[in-house]
């Protein structure tokens, strides 16, 4: 797949940051999918646990942190991911803080992937769901990880003086959810998982009866913007040299 390698490297551990559970599944989870048959390691670093999710005002907010904690690694598993990393920032409050980017600086010093996929820093005007705050947060924060932060050695010194973190340089960064994607992915091979996976999040979306009705519309439409043929399924993403 062209996909897997970013002028002639290969591309073979992939790092997906989001801001909540879920994102992934919504964003990019049939992608990863397919990365993962190839034989590409994934991992997932998920930014805040989605406390303030879910519909129902009996259950309290530290079970719904933990219940989307295990919602996200059985959807994980489902798409053949089993490296995740729970930040637990609070839902819906982020920020890009200095804090945040040595967090984020950390997990890509320590997975160490060609590839970075991540929440887009721009707000989507055309359809606003994946503009969320925290997604804006996340998505600039990576980027702030990525560059400059992981790949200095002199930033956030404490990751190489104590934790021997050695300094690391992103090929190249996916950007889902924004206003401007370039680069689409057939991943109609891979819905089956992509839903199975989104399923998993019962607390999210266990009372939608339209799920597979929705994600289907929202990726032929995908697929038709990216010039596929009829019929089938699409992701998006901005393709970023980050080298």
């Keep these: 797949m062209p996909e897997l390698t970013f002028n002639g490297e290969p591309v073979e551990r992939i790092l997906v940051v989001t801001a909540h559970p879920d994102d992934v599944d919504f964003g990019a989870a049939g992608s990863v999918a397919g990365w993962v048959e190839d034989g590409v390691e994934v991992s997932y670093c998920v930014v805040t646990d989605g406390d303030a999710g879910g519909f129902d005002e009996a259950v309290t907010r530290e079970q719904m942190r933990e219940t989307r904690r295990v919602e996200q690694t059985a959807a994980a598993a489902t798409i053949g991911v089993t490296d995740l990393t729970f930040l637990a920032y609070p839902d819906g ?4 803080s200095l804090e945040l ?10 997975v160490r992937p060609q590839r970075v996929v991540s929440p887009s820093p721009l707000r ?9 705050p925290d997604h804006l947060a996340a998505g600039e924060a990576a980027l702030c990880a990525i560059y400059p932060d992981a790949r200095n050695p002199f930033a956030h010194p404490e990751l190489i003086t104590e934790e021997r973190l050695a300094a690391h340089t992103v090929i190249e960064t996916w950007l889902m959810g924004g206003p401007d ?3 689409y992915v057939d991943v109609t091979d891979s819905y089956d998982r992509k839903l199975a996976a989104l ?5 999210q979306v266990g009372e939608r009866d339209d799920l597979d009705q929705m994600m289907r519309g929202w990726m032929s439409f995908t697929a038709k913007a990216g010039g596929l043929p009829e019929g089938r399924l699409a992701e998006v993403f901005r ?3 980050t080298v």
């Design 199 to 203: 399923r998993c999040h019962r607390s």
């Design 124 to 132: 989507n005007f055309e359809r606003i769901y994946p503009s969320h």
């Design 181 to 183: 994607g370039d680069t």
């Design 239 to 241: 393709r970023v040299p």
């Design 101 to 110: 980017r040595r967090d984020l600086t950390r997990v890509i010093r320590r």
């Design 93 to 96: 409050r982020l920020l890009v």
